[in-house]
């Protein structure tokens, strides 16, 4: 039973970077795809991107691709969400997610959630 805590969210200036870390315990990412999600107000959760977890093979949504990076450290069981050129609409609360068996851009695919991550693109 992996639980999985996000954390590095907070309040950045329009066209600051930031890093979210996901930190998994009580088990590890060994399954086959980890995932990044954000919900912004008032919209339903949409997909950033995700990784697999062995090979490190990304996998990004249009809109993110070249802007935000995904990436893994498999000694430390962390994925992280490098994110640059914030913009205020990217405030969103991130979520880290995994069980996928593929690299999935639907919510349905993975089983097990952080608690979320809020972060601010202030201006």
């Known amino acids: 039973q992996v639980q999985l805590v996000e954390s590095g969210g907070g309040s950045v200036q329009v066209g600051g970077s930031l890093r979210l870390s996901c930190a998994a315990s009580?088990?590890?990412?060994?399954?086959?795809?980890v995932g990044w999600f954000r919900r912004a107000p008032g919209q339903e959760r949409e997909f950033v991107a995700a990784t697999t977890w062995s090979a490190g093979l990304t996998y990004y949504a249009d809109s993110f691709l070249g802007r935000f990076t995904i990436s893994r450290d498999i000694d430390k069981n962390t994925v992280y969400l490098q994110m640059s050129g914030l913009k205020p609409e990217d405030t969103a609360v991130y979520y880290c997610?995994?069980?996928?068996?593929?690299?999935?851009?639907?919510?349905?695919?993975?089983?097990?959630w952080g608690q979320g991550t809020q972060v601010t693109g202030s201006s």
């Open positions: 997610a995994a069980g996928a068996r593929s690299m999935s851009e639907h919510v349905r695919e993975y089983d097990r």
């Open positions: 009580g088990g590890t990412f060994s399954s086959f795809a």
